[in-house]
């Protein structure tokens, strides 16, 4: 399906550029078979990495290492957040919140970066708390945004979005 997306999509518009987005939780053959798929079949402008604390099975300095490795090309850790209420998030990765795992995932993408990946950005998602993927009517909200369901800002994940912008604005 996604390579049919892409090729519609060229079709259409020349120009547009192509993001994967999979999950490559690993550094295995096996994690990167959907985007070996999509790559060898249309041209991928970045691949896109998607890396949660509760299915990441490696460093992500490792994942994206072996990503650039294997790839050559850009890459974005197109999707990663942190759930409070996820309880295999704070087994794994003790004391940590919103703030720190976005701390956490620059630092491993800063190390990726020293050692020659071209790493092109990190997307939080969601920015916004939004109900559970299998119950999309549910009043309930999973709590990994920037904005809260009570439409307040999560302090730690707010504090530390301020300290990477100012940090990014400082080296441009």
Request: aromatic content about 8%.
């Amino acid at each position: 399906m996604a390579i049919t997306m892409a090729r519609v999509a060229r079709d259409h518009h020349p120009d547009v550029g192509i993001l994967t987005n999979d999950p490559i939780t690993g550094v295995g053959d096996r994690q990167f078979e959907a985007t070996d798929a999509i790559v060898s079949a249309v041209h991928v402008d970045v691949i896109g990495i998607n890396y949660y604390p509760h299915t990441a099975r490696t460093s992500l300095v490792k994942v994206l290492m072996a990503t650039w490795r294997r790839y050559r090309k850009p890459i974005m850790v197109s999707e990663t957040s942190w759930h409070d209420g996820h309880p295999v998030h704070h087994r794994r990765y003790p004391g940590l919140n919103k703030g720190t795992w976005l701390r956490h995932v620059i630092e491993q993408v800063r190390v990726a970066r020293f050692h020659g990946a071209n790493i092109v950005g990190v997307c939080w998602y969601p920015i916004v708390d939004c109900p559970p993927w299998h119950a999309p009517q549910s009043s309930n909200r999973w709590s990994h945004g920037l904005i809260r369901k009570d439409l307040t800002v999560d302090p730690w994940l707010s504090a530390e979005l301020r300290q990477v912008t100012l940090h990014e604005d400082a080296l441009n």
